[in-house]
């Protein structure tokens, strides 16, 4: 994997909003030079170009006369990522909806490679550089295991259900750019997305719906304080709306970490929330199933450990491994039958992870060139 820390290239980078546009630059994975926020004039396309060229132009002329190597960020969908062309139904940026070769123009424009994502996948691909997958890794040569993970599954919790995936080190942007989650079935009711489960709607709804008061106008913190008994409010109904969300996010995780086979990362300020969402994701993750002759199975065919809890990460670091002898001969290796994943919650944050997941991509990129 790329050693983002130590790496001296300048990438620009931005953070694209329906109202503003955040332009900056990462050297070694943090941020250089001037950071500027411009209006994102989100519907108006040729405003929005204007300002995204002025953003990186002003970046670059703050650092000092060094040259960037590329630029590099996410935005938001449907596009073509690689070709790095946006177009779609776009909520927040109406203007790019008949398609726009963003990565073209820019590339045009400032005579460098540009590389755009989706923000999921960068948030997974930052984690798995820069955050939770190299720190598991380092903890678990530090307690001397021999035990190493490639595989990362990363969410993010918030306005929708985001998803990454980085598989033996490398980003899987999919051959059509489109590698989601919010589309998976919800498990109570497999005729709506599971986005409507996990997400702050699906909270301030459920809290509403168990509270007998649909129409609280609460947000999810001001819930998690009633859930705390920090706030007045239905504590019962905080707490299972929390739970619930779990739940729901579990069900989904199970299927993806089934195929994937690597750990899980959860970041997005509802994960603020950790301790009274995990018990359900938990749940979900560690539940059973059955076959038609009545053998029981579980869910997920690892164990699956809390990483943010330490004595499970004692025991997830542990393993089961032994010494068996190689036949015909005197020598013997380590056997690890245990087959084990982790999930835990970010410590570096959603957009730190985005920001040093697009600077990371894009120093990939130009190796690869």
């Known amino acids: 994997m790329t050693d983002i820390r130590n790496d001296r290239r300048i990438v620009l980078t931005l953070d694209a909003g329906g109202t503003n546009m955040v332009f900056g630059a990462m050297r070694g994975g943090e941020y250089v030079g001037e950071t500027v926020t411009l209006p994102s004039n989100a519907q108006d396309l040729d405003l929005c170009l204007k300002g995204m060229v002025e953003g990186f132009r002003t970046v670059t002329g703050s650092l000092g006369g060094e040259k960037p190597a590329a630029i590099s960020f996410a935005f938001p969908g449907p596009a073509d990522y690689p070709a790095g062309i946006i177009g779609g139904y776009l909520p927040n940026f109406p203007s790019f909806r008949d398609g726009v070769a963003l990565g073209p123009f820019l590339s045009e424009q400032f005579g460098l490679p540009v590389f755009i994502n989706n923000d999921g996948d960068l948030y997974a691909y930052g984690e798995a550089l820069g955050g939770a997958l190299a720190d598991v890794n380092r903890k678990l040569e530090e307690a001397g295991s021999s035990k190493r993970y490639s595989n990362l599954i990363g969410y993010t919790f918030g306005t929708g259900f985001g998803i990454g995936t980085v598989i033996g080190g490398r980003l899987n942007r999919g051959d059509n750019s489109c590698v989601e989650t919010f589309c998976l079935k919800h498990p109570d009711d497999p005729g709506i997305i599971v ?31 009633i859930a705390r008994g920090d706030a007045e409010g239905d504590r019962q109904a905080a707490l299972k709306a929390f739970d619930k969300m779990g739940e729901v ?47 029981e199975l579980n869910r997920v065919q690892m164990a699956v450990y809390n990483l943010d809890d330490p004595e499970e990460f004692a025991e997830f670091a542990k393993g089961s491994g032994r010494k068996i002898k190689v036949y015909g001969s005197d020598k013997e290796v380590i056997y690890d039958p245990g087959k084990r994943i982790g999930v835990m919650s970010s410590k570096i944050g959603a957009s730190k992870a985005i920001s040093l997941g697009a600077y990371a991509f894009a120093l990939t990129e130009l190796d690869r060139r």
């Open 249 to 295: 996010a579990g069900d989904a995780m199970a299927t993806a970490v089934t195929l994937i086979d690597g750990l899980i990362v959860i970041g997005g300020g509802i994960m603020n929330n950790r301790d009274i969402l995990m018990p359900g994701i938990l749940r979900s993750l560690r539940s059973k199933m059955h076959q038609l002759t009545g053998e």
């Open 195 to 225: 986005e409507d489960g996990v997400s702050v709607r699906a909270i301030k709804r459920v809290y509403g719906q168990l509270s007998g008061n649909p129409d609280h106008g609460l947000e999810p913190k001001e819930i998690a304080d």
